[in-house]
């Protein structure tokens, strides 16, 4: 697995490890290298070359960033960990609009007021992007002397490689497609279910090989109903949070292409989700009314057809995020603002 962690908490990094072992899981650090907005254009759906493969990446990766400091101290940081030219609006917007939340965050501004985000925010959403692009280094195919995976890449490529996703394929195209390599980017604030490598088996069993993105912990808005897919998957119409999540390749090249993020990373997603609905099913399900949906599931032919972002979600969360305690007493159930201590919510 990936795992994103500041340099400066090394704490909670120990305390990840102490849970990934008991799980017996392998783990690195998430972020790798950025990569500019002509060096994604360019490298779409390409495979690598041994060449052009970092041994530092592929074997441990990078710290995440961290935005406790100045907007030129992280734009210090994005230079060093940027490969080629660009800027920070290559990947994140400088401003962003509180109230495109409101059907799902009844405290969000209302209007169309833009605010800056916050130096935390960017750097948060940096690291999941680095980790992002990690996930397509390590799952693209390699070329080596004329053939495909060198018997070297072969055994980096599968150490980093969490499992298989071996669901039918959503889209009829895909229907004869082999069982997709994924890989599981986790905060270093996750705590794990028990058996988590079990149940993260079993549920790879059932996601569609075609996927592109799947959460293991988050937290649900209660206007923004998940409909049940199979035993264990759900589809989304919005989620908080990316405290842990699986992604394909087709999936983490669809989420750079998507690049700039707006707003907070996971707000973002969220509303990746929800343009999934914005149809008449979105309508029928109750998206942005209902706790539950109001309808049953699609036809796969027509899900096929209005889930451009392939997201899916564990209906039982094999992770979740460690409460900040941001002032609040024992007891006290912490506002989703105020969960992650390392982040200054902007809206």
């Not at 074997?59 to 800027?87: I, K």
């Not at 609905?277 to 706790?291: C, M, P, Q, S, T």
């Not at 057809?305 to 006290?332: H, N, S, T, W, Y």
Request: proline share 5%; glycine share 8%.
């Amino acid at each position: 697995v990936r795992v994103i962690n500041l340099k400066r908490r090394p704490d909670r990094l120990l305390d990840f490890m102490a849970d990934a072992a008991k799980e017996q899981l392998l783990v690195i650090k998430g972020p790798a290298k950025l990569r500019s907005k002509s060096q994604v254009k360019k490298n779409a759906n390409a495979i690598v070359s041994p060449s052009s493969i970092d041994v530092n990446e592929a074997c441990s990766g990078y710290d995440a960033f961290d935005g406790q400091c100045g907007a030129d101290e992280l734009d210090d940081q994005l230079l060093e960990r940027l490969a080629g030219d660009g800027a920070l609006s290559d990947f994140i917007r400088a401003k962003w609009r509180p109230g495109d939340l409101r059907a799902f965050d009844r405290e969000a501004r209302n209007g169309n007021e833009l605010v800056a985000t916050s130096i935390t925010e960017r750097a948060c959403a940096l690291s999941h992007i680095a980790s992002w692009m990690g996930v397509e280094q390590s799952l693209s195919p390699v070329v080596n002397a004329g053939e495909v995976d060198g018997y070297e890449q072969k055994v980096i490529r599968m150490f980093k490689i969490s499992g298989f996703a071996r669901g039918p394929a959503l889209l009829h195209k895909n229907t004869d497609m082999e069982p997709a390599p994924v890989c599981v980017v986790l905060e270093d604030d996750a705590v794990l279910a028990d058996r988590f490598a079990e149940r993260l088996s079993s549920l790879l069993e059932e996601l569609p090989r075609d996927f592109h993105f799947c959460s293991l912990g988050y937290s649900r808005p209660k206007t923004a109903p998940i409909v049940d897919f199979s035993s264990q998957l759900g589809i989304p119409s919005c989620l908080w949070y990316l405290t842990g999540y699986v992604l394909s390749l087709e999936g983490a090249r669809h989420l750079i292409q998507s690049l700039p993020v707006t707003g907070p990373v996971d707000s973002w997603m969220g509303m990746k989700m929800c343009s999934n609905w914005d149809n008449v099913y979105g309508h029928w399900i109750g998206v942005g009314k209902h706790a539950r949906a109001m309808s049953k599931l699609p036809s796969r032919k027509d899900l096929s057809k209005i889930m451009k972002f392939r997201a899916f979600a564990a209906l039982v969360p094999l992770c979740e995020q460690k409460v900040g305690k941001a002032g609040g007493d024992a007891g006290v159930r912490v506002n989703w603002r105020d969960r992650d201590t390392d982040i200054a919510y902007s809206g």
